[in-house]
Nanobody, 128 residues
Framework: QVRLVESGGGSVQAGGSHRLSCEFSPPTYKTKCMGWFRQAPGNKREAVATIYTVGGNSWYADPVKGRFSISRDDSGNTAYLQMSNLQPEDTAMYYC?????????????????????WGQGTQVTVSS
């Protein structure tokens, strides 16, 4: 049974940093895309960042480029989202999302449109 366990949510002041993690189990699927979406109250869910676990290619949404960094551990089963220079507009519920066998040519589009699995979500609140 697939599980996604998220951790790292919390409150931080503007300009601060925070790290989210997402652990995928069981460690059966080597090739997958892992990343995060976020949703603020009244807003649509939006893709934030994703990483291809084999090779480590990554993608970021424009609002977080240069401030957020996604990585994964050597096993490819835990992903991390390091968030820096956080701003109040980053306040949202962050959801880990995984797509198994996400392909290669269009892996970002594939992950953005149809993740297989979702984490429970973790709240990040940035105060000014």
């Amino acid at each position: 049974q697939v599980r996604l366990v998220e951790s790292g949510g919390g409150s931080v002041q503007a300009g601060g940093s925070h790290r989210l993690s997402c652990e995928f189990s069981p460690p059966t699927y080597k090739t997958k895309c892992m990343g995060w979406f976020r949703q603020a109250p009244g807003n649509k869910r939006e893709a934030v960042a994703t990483i291809y676990t084999v090779g480590g290619n990554s993608w970021y949404a424009d609002p977080v480029k240069g401030r957020f960094s996604i990585s994964r551990d050597d096993s490819g089963n835990t992903a991390y989202l390091q968030m820096s220079n956080l701003q109040p507009e980053d306040t949202a519920m962050y959801y880990c999302a995984v797509l198994i066998e996400c392909g290669f040519m269009n892996w970002v589009d594939n992950w953005t449109k149809k993740p297989n699995y979702w984490g429970q979500g973790t709240q990040v609140t940035v105060s000014s």
